[in-house]
């Protein structure tokens, strides 16, 4: 009895251990964000372009993302993060203004034996596309007299007209940070925490020249494993 007892044991315990050395090769995540945008920041205040960034300050946006990585060893991933986070007023303005992130790169994940608990480091380099517009109520319209043909159409100053301005830039962002995921269990990880460095670099709407912008990025959300290795 004792002896089958024993053998019983082993077998739970060399169990356990592979369970946790056990692995998703394929991870997809869906989460929240939430984003600090300082696009005044890293520039002197003499040049052009800061000057033109100026006219925006530092604000914040929220919105989600979608991550697929690829683990190809254990510990070694690739990720493909792609997001979106978006605010309906800048300097108190009604302007809505969406940005878009889509970068890959290199992530490792430290898997400890026996553990729930896996952090991960990551840096990823891609693109931003950004977006932002407004609408603009203006002074003068078109009157039409209906009785000639072709009617004329006279600008009256008095009549007011709305218009949408919309604008956008593409240009470079970069991800750097980490988080950590909780095991539930062997197919979902819960993320309470994930903490980026995100920048972005945007032409200015001014000048058209690149700037840097130093951001900070927040992510929770759930995080599902396939394929087990």
């Known amino acids: 009895m004792r002896k089958g007892l024993f053998v019983i044991g082993a077998v739970l315990l060399s169990a356990l251990v592979a369970s946790a050395d056990e692995f998703g090769k394929y991870e997809a995540f869906l989460g929240y964000d939430w984003v600090k945008f300082n696009p005044s920041s890293s520039c002197s205040k003499t040049t052009s372009t800061c000057i033109s960034a ?10 989600g993302n979608g991550q697929f990585v690829y683990n190809f060893k254990k510990g070694f991933g690739v990720a493909f993060d792609f997001g979106a986070v978006t605010k309906g007023e800048l300097n108190h303005q009604a302007i809505d203004a969406t940005v878009f992130n889509f970068v890959v790169g290199p992530r490792y994940t430290f898997r400890f034996h026996e553990s729930r608990f896996q952090p991960f480091v990551q840096a990823l380099f891609g693109g931003a596309y950004s977006t932002a517009s407004t609408q603009l109520d203006i002074l003068g319209g078109e ?29 470079e962002a970069m991800l750097l940070g980490g988080g950590l995921d909780i095991k539930i269990n062997k197919r979902v990880t819960f993320r309470p925490i994930g903490a980026d460095w995100y920048m972005t670099r945007l032409p200015s709407l001014l000048t058209g020249n690149h700037h840097n912008a130093n951001n900070f990025r927040y992510s929770v959300g759930v995080n599902f494993l396939f394929g087990e290795e």
């Open 54 to 63: 100026g006219f925006l300050p530092s604000f914040n946006a929220n919105g």
């Open 143 to 171: 009157v039409v007299t209906p009785h000639i043909f072709p009617p004329p159409r006279v600008i009256n100053p008095n009549l007011p007209f709305s218009t949408r301005f919309v604008t956008s830039r593409t240009g």
